[in-house]
């Protein structure tokens, strides 16, 4: 059912606490952990969103990947359909009116997905496991897959160090969750929001909603557009700042935490009359890792908030629930 429509002003920007800056360097560089897992904690538990500077992924990889993006999303529709999204393996061009969130329209938005490589002699993939394949590269747009790899390598990169803090925040090893990430299902979405005409809660280039796994990883560019809800239910913007990326944690945080750390609902309102481009890598860990209320956050009585469940099955019934794939007729017929 869709919601009652209401216009959407502009919010304000996010103060440094509601989206702080964590710088990566030092840490990164061999110093102790400790100051930014306390940084990390502190972010987790306010807003669930925060920026990451001297984060390891270059700049040139960031810039590369935001040109082939703009030089795709500028190609005539009936070429980009020709990459139109494989529904087995989730990969290739994904138009706009796909992806649809309960109680709002489709979201204004186009993307071209990819994920880890796998061949089709890979077992989950001749299995049949939901998200697992080969990515498609068309031919005709060579430039695409390099652009797109290296930053979805380095990004993977930073997510695995994001692991690690994460796992010394909540008392564990570092590589406690990297254990859960031999085969992670990951996926980077390249991301084109055409200006909007109108601006209501029910018709954004994103509509509010939550990201399903760990964290998500987040280039945007100059004409900004990401804003979040606060604790107190006031939407903030998350402007683009120079030199840093975005970082927000996904509803397995939640399970895993007992509601400690914030899975935050976020939006995307492109209100500048210009195109918007913005590539999310999504950090996932392997499909059969079970997720449950660690030790260190049960509650002392009763159950945890969350029942345990397998994260690759969250997900698949997560993004069923909003992604509505159109054949090509459909799509013509509007």
Known sequence: MIQDEQKLE??????????PILDLGPWLAGGPIGPVVEQFKAA??????????????????????????????SLPMEERLKDRIDERFRRGFMPMGVTQHPGHKPDLKESYELGMDLPLTDPDVANGRPLHGPNRWPADKPWLEPAAMAYFNATIE?????????????????????????KP????????????????????????????GMLTVLAQDPIGGLELCTRGGEWVAAPYVEGTLVINLGDLVKVWTNDVYVSNRHRVANR?????????????????????????????EGEPSHAPIKSGDYLVR??????KYKTPAELAAG
Do not use: W
């Open 10 to 19: 502009a919010p304000r920007r996010a103060s440094a606490q509601e989206m």
């Open 44 to 73: 987790c538990t306010n807003t669930g969103f925060f920026y990451v500077r001297n984060h390891g992924v270059p700049q040139a990889v960031i810039d590369t990947v935001f040109d082939a993006t703009r030089r795709y999303m």
């Open 158 to 182: 930073l997510g695995r160090n994001l692991l690690k803090i994460f796992a010394s925040a909540v008392g564990k090893d570092e590589g406690f969750f990297l254990q859960y990430a031999t």
């Open 185 to 212: 299902m990951v996926q980077s979405r390249l991301f084109h929001y055409p200006p909007q005409e109108s601006f209501t809660n029910l018709e954004l280039g994103a509509a509010a909603h939550t990201d399903y």
């Open 272 to 300: 500048t009359g210009k195109e918007r481009y913005s590539i999310p890598t999504f950090f996932n860990l392997d499909y059969d890792t079970p997720v449950a209320c660690l030790p260190e956050f049960a509650p002392g």
């Open 318 to 323: 997560r993004f069923a629930a909003v992604q």
